[in-house]
């Protein structure tokens, strides 16, 4: 299948967040501790120094990376990159690549240099590229809205058609689950994430599995494709860390992200980020590289 690709959204270093109706517009660059910090900047590889440019590759999921109503880029990552890009002296390019099992990929071939996406960590991933753990998440299930097949847990998913996005935590979740059933899940593997909820939506699939905040957000608030959907606040599966991805051969970008990301945190612009997209009791206190092996094994 062909790769589609947006065109970027750049993200100029003194640029406000666009506003959207579901989060209060903040101005980026007034935030604390979002302020050019020469000894990060000093510290990217030369290539990055000389270009001035920092190529983001993201795709859909609410609230961290979705369109809005204008098109544009929006949510946290599209905040946090911007931020980043004030702190390291960079202009921003975030282009949605259109779906999650094309963003490994892309930052394995250095089309793009860094993803940020949403992307749950676990120690497979950290053996093909480096994973800055910047938020925690966790797995649930979502359904048609009032949940009409009376879906409880992974277990209620046997003998069931359940939606998975191709290349994804979650899709190695639903296959182990289904090894565990007398009668197997139906496994609907589709490639982009706005597709598989569809795909729920129109009862083609009775379900997915999908990251917490994603669910939730995209539910509570109806928006896009998650109209007409219901998320399972009560399954909670898999805690664990999001992550953004670098390769692996490019520590000096991996490590000035982390620091600037940490400064984010310590100095509290990380956290109302966090807060505007409703997702602060998801915030990390440290910003850790490699890290899903710490998290429990569920």
Not at 90 to 101: C, N, P
Request: net charge negative; proline share 6%.
């Amino acid at each position: 299948m062909a790769l589609v690709v947006a065109a970027p959204l750049v993200i100029s270093p003194s640029r406000a967040a666009e506003p959207t109706p579901a989060a209060a517009a903040i101005d980026i660059a007034k935030l604390p501790g979002v302020v050019l910090t020469p000894k990060l900047a000093d510290a990217l590889p030369a290539s990055l120094k000389s270009s001035g440019v920092l190529k983001v590759a993201t795709d859909l999921t609410p609230p961290i990376s979705f369109h809005a109503d204008d098109g544009g880029l929006v949510g946290i990552d599209a905040d946090l990159a911007e931020a980043i890009g004030i702190i390291l002296g960079l202009k921003i390019e975030m282009t949605d690549v259109g779906a999650g099992a094309a963003i490994v990929p892309a930052i394995l071939s250095k089309r793009f240099d860094i993803s940020m996406s949403g992307i749950n960590d676990d120690p497979e991933l950290e053996k093909q590229v480096d994973v800055i753990d910047y938020m925690y998440d966790a797995t649930t299930i979502m359904t048609i809205k009032d949940n009409p097949l009376g879906i409880r847990g992974m277990a209620d998913l046997c003998g069931k058609r359940v939606a998975v996005p191709v290349g994804t935590f979650q899709a190695r979740l639903v296959d182990a689950a289904s090894a565990r059933c007398s009668t197997p899940i139906e496994i609907l593997s589709i490639p982009k994430m706005p597709d598989v909820l569809q795909a729920v939506r129109t009862g083609r699939a009775d379900a997915t599995v999908n990251g917490y905040a994603t669910s939730v957000y995209t539910t509570q608030n109806q928006i896009g494709k998650g109209k007409g959907l219901e998320a399972l606040a009560d399954v909670r599966l898999a805690v664990g860390y999001l992550g953004m991805l670098t390769a692996k051969d490019n520590p000096q970008l991996r490590d000035a992200v982390t620091a600037a990301l940490q400064q984010m945190v310590d100095a509290g612009a990380y956290g109302s980020i966090m807060t505007r997209w409703g997702l602060g009791p998801l915030a990390v206190t440290t910003v850790k590289v490699n890290d899903a092996a710490s998290m429990p094994v569920e």
